[in-house]
Structures are given as C-alpha cells and as structure tokens.
C-alpha cells in the first residue's frame, strides 16, 4: 500500500478544507485562548480503525492538541468503551470533531465487518478480499482499514492489477486469446508480479482457463456445488476466487467449498457508520 502517512495527510486535508474553507464561523463564538478537554466513546460493538486519520484532523488545527489513546487499531470495543481523551484549543477541537468522526467511525465500520467475516471464515483456508467498491478519495483509507479488520487487499485500482472480465474476453475473442494478452502485456510493459486473474462464469471457461495456464481464477456467481466441483477440477493448478452473492449468511458454505479466496464488495460499500460520540467540556 502507498505512504501511510501520505495517505492520512491528503485525506485530513481534503475533509478540514471540504468542512471549513478556512473557517468556522460557529467556533468563532468561543473564545479564541479557551481551552478543551473530550472524550470519545463507544456506542456499540465493533472494531476500532482510522485513529491516526481521526488524529490528525485535531493536529492539522492545533498542532499542541493531545489525544490520549485508550485502544488501539484492530482492537475490540464493547458499548460505552472509552477510546480516548483530547485536550487542546476548543476552537480547534470543536472545528475538527465532525471530520475526526467521519473518519474513524467509516473506517471502524469497515474493519468490523471485515472481522465479521473473517470470523465465519474460521477453520477453512479461504482469504477474505476486498474490491474497488469504495467511497471515492477514501479507497486507500478504506483498504486500510479491511487489514485492520483481518481481511486482505485485492488489487489497489486499475493501474496495479489485471482482472480479465467478461467485456475483456469478449472483445478479446475467447478466454485463451485474452490470458495470451496479458502475458504480453506484462511480459513487455507491466511489472513482472502483476497479478492475472480471469473471471470464468461456468465449469466449461474454468477447464478452458486452465489450459490456456492461469493461474489466478474468479468464479462468478457459481452455486456451492459448482464451486465444490471447481475445486476438485482444478485440483491445486491454480487458486481460485469466489464472488457474488456473499454476505454473513452465505459466506461459512462458501468457504467450506475449498476456494482459496473470496471477494467480498460490502465490506467497503454496504456500510453503516459505528456509533461513537464525543463529549466536550470548556477546561
């Protein structure tokens, strides 16, 4: 993944100037030397990331601000978990809060449902992944925070990865002239380790996948007895990836099937924010 500190600052500095524009006309009520204490607290069950995004927010607008961590990122909570403590300028603290927030409950949202599914996914072999179905500008942020939550990064966009898809094949002519492709391409234009993967829609395309030598397979919308049955056909020639139709109900079987990896698109884009709140008091 990029810079993780690049990432943060670009992030913190486009939400303060998409939030204030410069200013604050509210927290100009409060006087300008007053000084702040809050707490933020959990409201219920999940699993805590972003705390450096939701940091920085606070430093960006007064570089003396403190927070005192309780967690860290990856870490459980309980409702009415404390997470930290910040004491600083309470103009400052009360400009940065909703962007603080934003931040540290989208990206603890995703963290506990990655760990949700990671959790059903006990005891089988198969990864759970994620996709580029995310918040546009917080893609990074949000690949982040599917790590912190156990689970494992697909490629990061377009630029890093091919993924051969049903509008690939058919404009390529068929499966084997599209896998020829993009050999050549990475063979004269792409890094060496550019992962390959071709996504098949029936048992007949796996068998045609496969001898035309991939190695990295996606199994669209296949049921579990067809997924089991593409798991014995492939018989460890490739590794195989399972999409569609994933959510905690389904996800266990699917992995029971043998599948080396499953993709899952909600874990960033099907998301309800973590309930946290901050309490402010004048020092």
């Not at 972003?50 to 606070?58: D, I, L, S, T």
């Not at 400052?92 to 760990?115: D, G, H, V």
């Not at 993924?163 to 404009?171: C, F, P, T, Y």
């Not at 030598?213 to 089991?228: F, P, S």
Request: with cysteine; aromatic share 4%.
């Amino acid at each position: 993944m990029h810079d993780l500190e690049e990432v943060i600052t670009v992030d913190v500095t486009r939400a303060l100037a998409e939030d204030m524009r410069g200013g604050d006309l509210t927290a100009a009520l409060i006087p300008a030397q007053a000084r702040g204490h809050a707490r933020v607290i959990a409201r219920e069950e999940g699993v805590i990331a972003g705390c450096a995004w939701f940091e920085r927010c606070f430093s960006e607008l007064d570089p003396d601000c403190e927070v005192f961590w309780h967690i860290e990122d990856g870490e459980g909570v309980t409702e009415n978990t404390q997470l930290c403590e910040i004491t600083g300028n309470a103009r400052a603290m009360l400009s940065a809060e909703r962007s603080a927030l934003n931040f540290l409950q989208t990206l603890s949202a995703i963290a506990t449902k990655t760990r949700r599914f990671v959790t059903s996914t006990i005891g089988t072999k198969a990864k759970i992944l994620d996709t580029r179905k995310t918040l546009p500008g917080l893609r990074l942020a949000s690949k982040y925070a599917v790590h912190v939550g156990g689970g494992h990064n697909h490629r990061i966009g377009l630029f890093d990865g091919i993924l051969i898809k049903e509008n690939h094949i058919m404009v390529a002519g068929g499966i084997k002239p599209a896998l020829l492709a993009a050999l050549a391409l990475v063979q004269h234009q792409a890094p060496a380790d550019t992962m390959i993967e071709i996504e098949v829609e029936t048992l007949d395309q796996l068998q045609e996948a496969l001898a035309s030598g991939a190695n990295l397979i996606l199994l669209d919308n296949m049921n579990n007895a067809q997924l089991r049955e593409a798991v014995k056909l492939t018989n460890g020639r490739a590794e195989l990836e399972a999409s569609g139709g994933v959510n905690l109900q389904t996800v266990h079987a699917i992995a029971e099937t043998g599948v080396d990896r499953i993709s899952v698109g909600s874990l960033t884009k099907d998301i309800r924010a973590l309930d946290l709140s901050m309490r402010f008091t004048l020092h």
